[in-house]
């Protein structure tokens, strides 16, 4: 039975093979067509199949004080997220985590919610989590397929309640932010600076996240780290330099009375620089990183002494007799009074103006006194005389121009600004009356409409202490100089302030227990009236220098209900001044500072008189 | 070249070389689908029980293309009757594999298990290939009553396991068995009318076409055609088209994937659609090149399903990329002319006829799994000859050959 017909038989074959060719063929095409044409497409689809892509947090710049010291740096920290599947295999991740890991009930229904509202990967539990809970979590691995463990840096602050109100503090990044151009492509998750040094110069401390992706199996278990091209590297942010002295910092909050309020800031004279801004009540910016628990914020938010309020930024106080420095400067400026001229009327306790007695802190009267007696006895008849001479409008027009009703410029958040009529159409606008040339009385000594921040005491400070110019006072040394304004005084006018103020803390001052052995402290005391039944708020404006020298530091202590400033705010602004000096100078430091501390001591106060 | 001086079929050497190299491709593909990222117990050194089986089947080849083919026409119809009995025996004691557990397609030996529907297939392409070498050449429908029959029998017991991928591979060996039997055109689409019938029921405008074209066909053929062939080809026609236009017109599209699932239960009914696309991406993603031997992420981490069986090909397109899918097919497109030269160069009609069917099954086999690794034909479980894992289907494949081989030395 053989092939018994060739012919036929072979174009069997040929069918044959004409099929084989074409159906083969045909499976070619459609090969061709899918791994040659269309294999970008594929690829895609791959490389979206395996890879899942992870915002690699960048460290934070660190934060150095004028010595190099890091007042705000980083540690290894772990963060727990539940990757994204669907929302009830994630809120049944988040119950279990539960037993495990510390929520309270209200973060929890956060999480749900956010976990029921859509894919959110993946969703972020807590940024800092316990090294026991990532480790006993790490360990039953099997049990939490979809909680995710990610290494990233944790802000801290090695000098904790020291400098918490200048560095702030940080936070994980909230809706309002991820809508404002300011954070533009920072992925949720993300710290941001909240107040502080961190807010202002977030953008640079920030850094940019990076994107590292890992890949996953069809069950999406992680095989490992996919070091492709498409890898983005994190940068970390810049590091700040600061002009504040940590040292000093800690100095001041070792000293500042325990449970009083108030400020404390010290410039350098010959830079403007900050070197230090304390307020006080303190809290630990290291409690904030993290998850805030709720009631801790409230108890911090809502505690009567305003922990987070910067007294020194943001506090506004009446200046008091701190101000009449001020209106010599202005005098002298304007012209209207020579440093040696003794005023006409003597003080007798009392000056009549019109129908209207202005009386003199002093009821028995100072007699007749020159600028510098007139400073250093804070000698309210001196000054209406010199008031009267200004006139209200130029010293409005001159105290403006120094920024009394402006603020300082400081590179802080939420600085305050400074109360003080704009012109003599103020009193029209706030209290409904037309100011009579008599209102210069009460704010040539510092009274009437005018609240300053210590700061802005401080800036001023510098400014007589110096040549009369005040740059905005900035915390970071790469800032931009402002140039601020600068007083049309002469050296030589300035130094009769200065003497006034000398004396202050002289043997017949008011201060002179906050006199220092081996410096020269010059210092104005100030009473703020605090308004209720309670203390008035003490003042004490301070700049010190070696003998003989120009002043080196302006110091200006601000405490709360402290009154009179020469018993609390002077030797806070002596002992501040005195710390920093020492470590100029290289005098060994020593907790018996002032003359009053060395009579408390029993030690020889020789040097003071001697001088 | 074919033939030697003495008129005898020179024993294959190429066809055994290309038989050897998809096999030891096969082995190595087993192997890269063993290796994953998160590595399985269960498809880890699978490579290893191929390449015995791979052993086990060179051996037989070896021994049955010498072995006289006198002996293996005796045997024809005993042995097509052993395999169906097996079959029928497996529909009652056979148990499923893996994610096809439900169904019935291996029977366990003592701690030795087998798919008796792969040695069912050569029986069947043996006796077939007898009954149309001895019987009558076919001249009428009703000459092809008999052969239909034969083939019928171990299909429906395939088709009750439920092995529709199999089942197709004997429609395979039916038809090119016909082909080689010179069976006329007309006889051979009367023949696949009833399949057409059904595939074309979706639509009735579509099915009336059919029709039109069915008794146009009838009426042109009408002097080779009895009355009552005519009228039962008609009426095998309709009922084909009346029982699948309802069920069909009555299914959701989401019914309609469960009937294709449940056609084919070896596939998860919830995967059908993510196993293709995620086979397309295997293939597509693998490019010209491909990503390199056990390189394919796909594969590696797990998103390919049944790599090892059904999916193999696609292991291939995602490694080794176009070039190593064509070059494959390429392979394939060899080994079926030389089976189609061995058929010629064969004196014995029942060689012929035999290698036929062999490669009937296997063209099926290679264009349903090829096909459905791209997604251009519905997910039939249904392995790559060769290259797929599965020792029963490599064994036989390789017994199937020896076999042909050994018929096609015959001289008489």
Redesign the interface.
Known sequence: ???D?PR???L??R???L???V??GA??A???R???L??S???L???E??LRSFTVPSPRGIIRDRDGRAIADNIPGYSLSVDSRPSEEMVASLTRLREHFTMSDARFETLVERARAGPIRPLLVSLDAPFDVVAKIEERKAAFPLILIESRPKRRYPWGEVASHVLGYVGEINEDEMNSPDFAGVPRGTMVGRSGVEAVYDSILRGEVGTRYL?????G?I??SFRGTRTIPEQPGEELDLTLDLDLMAWIHHIFPEGMSGAVVALEVATGDVLALYSAPTFDPNIFLGTVDQEEWNRISQDPTSPLLNRAIMGKYPPGSTWKLASAAIALEVGVITPTERMPVPCTGAFRYGNRIARCWKEEGHGSLDLAGAIQHSCNVYFYQMGLRIGLSRLLEHGNRVGFGDRCGIDLPQEATGTFPDGPGYWDRQFGYTASEGEVLNLVIGQGPNSQTPLKIAQFMAAIAGDGSAPAPTLFRGAERNDGWRLDVSRESLQHILEGIRRVTGPEGTAFLSSLEHFDLLGKTGTAQSGGDRADHAWFAAMAGLPGEPPEIVVVVLVEFGEGGSVTAGPLAAKTADYYLRAQHGIPQDTIQTLGEYLRAGRSTRWAYTR | MAQSRKGVVEWPRSLFVILLSLSVVGVGMIYSAGE???PSPFTEGLWRRQAVFLLAGVVAFLTLSRLPSRLVQTLTYFMYIAGVAILAVTLVVGSGRGTAAGVKSFLSLGGFSFQPAELAKVTTALALAWML??GPEIQHLRDLIKPTALVSVPLALVVLQPDLGTAMAFIGIYF?AL??A?TPLPIMLFAMSPGFAMLLAWDVRVWGAFAIVLFLGLYLYRFKLMMKESVSLILINVGAGAVAQPIWNMLAPYQRNRLLVFLNPEQDPQGAGWQLI?S?????????VGKGFTEG??KR???LPEMHTDFIFSVV?EEF??VG??LV?VA??YL??RM??L??E?????A?LFI?GI?GAW?TH??VN??MT???LPITGIPLPFISYGGSFLLMSWVAAGLAVSLSQNQ?
């Open positions: 039975m053989s092939t017909d036929k038989q072979l069997r074959a069918g044959a093979k099929i084989v060719t159906l083969l499976m070619t459609i090969l061709f899918v791994q040659v269309g294999t497409q594929w690829r689809e791959s490389d199949n395996r890949e996953v199996d069809a069950a278990r095989v490992g | 994953l990222s998160l070498a001895k090119a082909l080689w010179r995620q397309k991406i295997a293939m597509g993603s693998g490019g010209l992420t796909q981490l797990n998103f397109g990329g176009f899918t064509s097919l394939f497109a079926f002319f189609i030269r058929a010629e064969s004196r014995d009609h029942f012929g036929f490669l063209l290679v264009c090829v096909g791209v997604g251009v008489s």
